[in-house]
Nanobody
Framework: QVQLVESGGGLVQPGGSLRLSCAASQSIFSINAMGWFRQAPGKEREFVAAIGRNYDNTAYADSVKGRFTISRDNAKNTIYLQMNSLQPEDTAIYYC?????????????????WGQGTQVTVSS
């Protein structure tokens, strides 16, 4: 089983930036696609971004396209989510997850291992 640990969340003002990290416990990380999801209070967990085994194979939710960037460092078993121009509606718990496949997918059922999440709060 892969263990995923997110970090980097916090409180930021609107328009600010944060970079989330997700460290995986096993080297199999470098084989599978990885993704970020988020869940706001009272809402369903939703897809944010995903990255395939190849660094240039990515997918984004329309709501974050152009503001968020997902990346991975296979040597460090870590993925990142650079979040710029943050808005209050980005407030949520952010989760990283490992896909069952090699290609980025937006579907929750396509992911098998999940981290515990990190809180991101955007407020003035």
């Amino acid at each position: 089983q892969v263990q995923l640990v997110e970090s980097g969340g916090g409180l930021v003002q609107p328009g600010g930036s944060l970079r989330l990290s997700c460290a995986a416990s096993q080297s199999i990380f470098s084989i599978n696609a990885m993704g970020w999801f988020r869940q706001a209070p009272g809402k369903e967990r939703e897809f944010v971004a995903a990255i395939g085994r190849n660094y240039d194979n990515t997918a984004y939710a329309d709501s974050v396209k152009g503001r968020f960037t997902i990346s991975r460092d296979n040597a460090k078993n870590t993925i990142y989510l650079q979040m710029n121009s943050l808005q209050p509606e980005d407030t949520a718990i952010y989760y990283c997850a490992q896909s069952i496949g090699l290609l980025p997918t937006t579907a929750r059922h396509g992911y098998r291992f999940w981290g515990q999440g990190t809180q991101v709060t955007v407020s003035s």
